[in-house]
């Protein structure tokens, strides 16, 4: 399966089904599963972003708990969209319209980028340890640990 490694609280915010567009400055051709991985590192500031806060909360987590070094959920990663306009607090993302609210605090819609839209997330019973790549990577504990 491939995976992805991004830094916490965004996986964690993927894994809970709160964030479904998953902000890159590159696209990709894959369409299929992904594992989603928590990368060793927690943006400690971001933690404190009211939104994000307020939602990590809610599911009883705090900067200090959010799993790191570890597979956290699966996802199919549906299409690939690039931010087409970014202004006045709204992004325009081809193939979606806009991105508001929450969706919108918990990404990075630079004109430009691009939005990797996610469906079906399945939160892991517990994350599974696994050293994490840059760009997509091949998550060999794959079959074994999520069938």
């Not at 990709?28 to 307020?54: F, M, S």
């Not at 306009?85 to 918990?106: D, P, Q, T, W």
């Not at 630079?110 to 079906?120: F, N, P, S």
Request: net charge positive; with cysteine.
């Amino acid at each position: 399966m491939k995976a992805i490694t991004i830094k916490q609280p965004w996986a964690t915010l993927i894994a809970l089904g709160e964030k479904h567009l998953e902000t890159r400055s590159w696209q990709t051709k894959h369409r299929g599963e992904l594992a989603i991985h928590a990368g060793k590192q927690v943006d400690a500031e971001a933690c404190e972003i009211p939104k994000i806060k307020e939602v990590l909360a809610r599911h009883g987590y705090t900067v200090n708990n959010l799993p790191t070094g570890a597979v956290v959920a699966t996802t199919t990663l549906i299409d690939c969209h690039k931010v087409t306009l970014m202004k006045k607090g709204k992004a325009v993302v081809s193939g979606i319209g806009y991105v508001e609210g929450n969706e919108l605090a918990f990404g990075w819609y630079d004109e430009g980028r691009y939005a990797w839209q996610l469906g079906g997330i399945k939160q892991l019973p517990q994350p599974i340890p696994a050293k994490g790549l840059l760009s997509l990577w091949n998550w060999e504990g794959a079959k074994a640990n999520v069938d």
